[in-house]
């Protein structure tokens, strides 16, 4: 902005954006008066609607007259999702295009309603004006319809609940209905089914399936005993058979016998003869020799006993064996009877496994029949209950308080979007502006330096002057905030410009009409006010402008000396402002840029010797060629620019043509600053008050030379 910038980022772009909206307040107002206003008529003028509401509940659990449960009973949702699903589904159902038909038919014939008649799609039509609002945490559902007439809007809210009810009563009977059909046939395909397992349950009855089974069972327990006994005996007679065979076999003959003494009484005798005679060798022997004719008789005896125990050894070993036969060959008769019974046994067990079958199949006929048949007796009798789980809780009743529009709602929404609106189309408004505005913008966006800012005169202050104190402002009001701004600017000039003899300045500005002359003449003045000597030249030969400010006549001036028909003493004129002198413009020339041009120019100005500060006012940069002419004859280029009017691009094609010169720009002096709208004030001052105490500035040049 215009000045130094003092305070952190967040509170420069905050006071940034605060001036912008005092800047633009204008646009905010109009804006947001235009919508309230908007509003209020639209209000006023606007249809009055009316709110009638209807409370219904809708119950997830079909109400049961009936001990059972109902065919057609609507599920008892336990999980949130479902619940919510079906809650979902029937706000859904009530703003079909079935129900709303239904009820729209409804009013137009039982109720004489002809609102829409004249409707192209009365559903949509009635649904526009249809809101259904849910109660949180509860089975309550309002059927709210809002519409210019209170009745109607009543009638239409109670007949679309009714409607509603009325449907899912009529769903819940269809449901019944098509139950009952479907239990019908049911029913006879499971009483064709019974009848066809009872009459095959029959046969298997019929031909003693169980008493041939328990017979069959107790002749295989029978032979299985007589088996397990006949194979017990055969193992125990083959086992002792093996057994005295091998003690035969490995020479145990006696011993043999012995085992068998008990079973043979021939044999008990033999074996004691043998005892004796081999006592009666074992006497013998202690008396004589093995070949002594008594124990040689003896040994014949013992051979002829032991030949008989042999015979009678195998004689019994032979029974025996022959008994181990018989037991073999009953073993395996019994074997082979068990295996037939046992063969038979299955046979009817896999008959028994069928009979189970069959017979299970009969009772879960029967017993499917039975419960079908229960169940429609019951789905008959609960089609003439037709019960409900939607129910009225209140019916809607006219309400002569309209809800829409309302003016006590829509002028303050009207207000907050005005503001908002208004607040955005400053911004906007600002963004699209080009112009000079702020100190940013000469410098950052132009590359220009800043000088200064020159308030815009007050009007009532204005017309209280006499003209020539107008155009020289300054001089009659000293003290004043333009003097000061520039005074302002006059301390910026002296800091850019090294210390020389004379100071030559060019004033331009970009585009005509900016205050390029007023700001030269009372810059010229105030500089001529610390003391200096000051000559203001009027080099816009066109369109000249000094003579006018300071009240005096334009016959002879810088054209005339230029093309030789004055001199320099006989043009330039003293002014009523001590130190000041004034070069006007003269005649206006054929060729004013081959003068401004000439040798001749840059002659005259070097001749001015006697002067601290040659001002040079000049055409605008936009308009002709002469500023860029005369900025090689001077030191300095001061640009003076109008706040919000002159064009960004303008100043910076102005900028670019005097570096092209290579003119020493000095900056630019931005005009007419309305501090009250800008909001730049604050800047302002901080500038010219920074030097304003500065009594070395301000102390004339002989002052300060003779210091």
Known sequence: MFGTQTGGSGEFNLLHYWRILRKRQLTVVIFTAILVVTTAVGTALSTPYYAARATIEISPDQPSVLDVEQVNEVVA??????????????????????????????????????????????????????????????RLVHLIVEYPDPDHAALFANVLAQTYM??????????????????????????????????????????????AHQAKLKSQARLEESWSETRAERV???????????????????????????????LTRLLEDHQDLQQERTRLAGRYKTGHPDMQRVDQQLAGIEKQ???????????????????????????????????????????????ELVKTEADKNADLFKSLDQRLSEVDLSKLLTPNNIWFVDQAVPVAEKVRPRMSTNLPIALLVGLVGGVALAFFSEFLDSTIKSRDDLEELVGVSFLGAIPMLDPAELSQLSEVDRHLYVNARPRSTVAEALRSVRTNILFRLPDRPQRRLLITS?????????????????????????????ADLRRPSQHKLFQTDNEV????????????????????VPGLDLLSSGPRPPNPAELLGSDLMLRLL??????????????????????????????????????????????????????????????????????????????????????????????????????
């Open 77 to 138: 949702y336990q999980g949130g999702s479902e619940r919510r699903a079906y809650y979902t589904t029937q706000y859904r159902v009530i703003q079909s295009r079935t129900v709303v038909g239904e009820a729209v038919r409804r009013l137009r014939e039982e109720h004489g309603i002809t609102d829409f008649d004249e409707v192209e799609d009365p559903i949509a039509y009635f649904k526009r004006h249809l809101d259904v609002s849910p109660e949180m945490d509860t």
């Open 166 to 211: 009325d449907a899912n009563v009529e769903r819940s009977r269809k449901t019944t209905m098509d139950a009952l059909a479907w239990l019908s046939e049911q029913q006879e395909v499971y009483r064709q089914r019974r009848l066809s397992s009872s009459e095959e349950l029959k046969s298997y009855e019929y031909t003693s399936v169980l008493a």
């Open 236 to 266: 125990e007679v083959e086992a002792t058979w093996q057994r005295l065979a091998q003690q035969v076999r490995e020479g145990s003959l006696l011993a043999v016998a012995t085992g068998l003494s008990s079973d043979s009484p021939v």
């Open 309 to 355: 125990i042999r015979g009678q050894v195998d004689e019994i070993l032979a029974a025996r064996k022959g008994r181990l036969e018989i037991l073999v060959a009953g073993e395996a008769a019994l074997q082979r009877e068990l295996d037939e019974v046992t063969a038979e046994v299955q046979q009817y067990e896999a008959k028994l496994i069928e009979y």
């Open 510 to 538: 970009a585009a005509p009409r900016e205050g390029k002359s007023f700001v030269s003449s009372n810059l010229a003045t105030v500089i001529a006010m610390t003391g200096s000597r000051v000559l203001l030249i009027d």
């Open 557 to 576: 001036g810088l054209s005339s000396v230029l093309l030789g028909e004055a001199t320099l003493s006989e043009a330039i004129r003293k002014s009523h």
């Open 606 to 707: 070097d001749g001015l010797k006697s002067y601290d500060f040659v001002m040079i006012d000049s055409p605008p940069i936009g308009a002709v060629a002469d500023p860029l002419i005369l900025a090689r004859s001077t030191h300095g280029v001061l640009m003076v620019v109008e706040s919000n009017k002159t064009d960004r691009d303008q100043v910076t094609q102005s900028r670019s043509r005097l570096a092209e010169m290579n003119a020493n720009i000095l900056g630019a002096i931005v005009n007419k600053l309305d501090v009250r709208k800008s909001g730049y004030g604050y800047y302002y001052y901080y500038d010219y008050n920074s030097v304003y105490h500065d009594t070395e500035v301000d102390r004339p040049d002989t002052e300060r030379n003779a210091g």
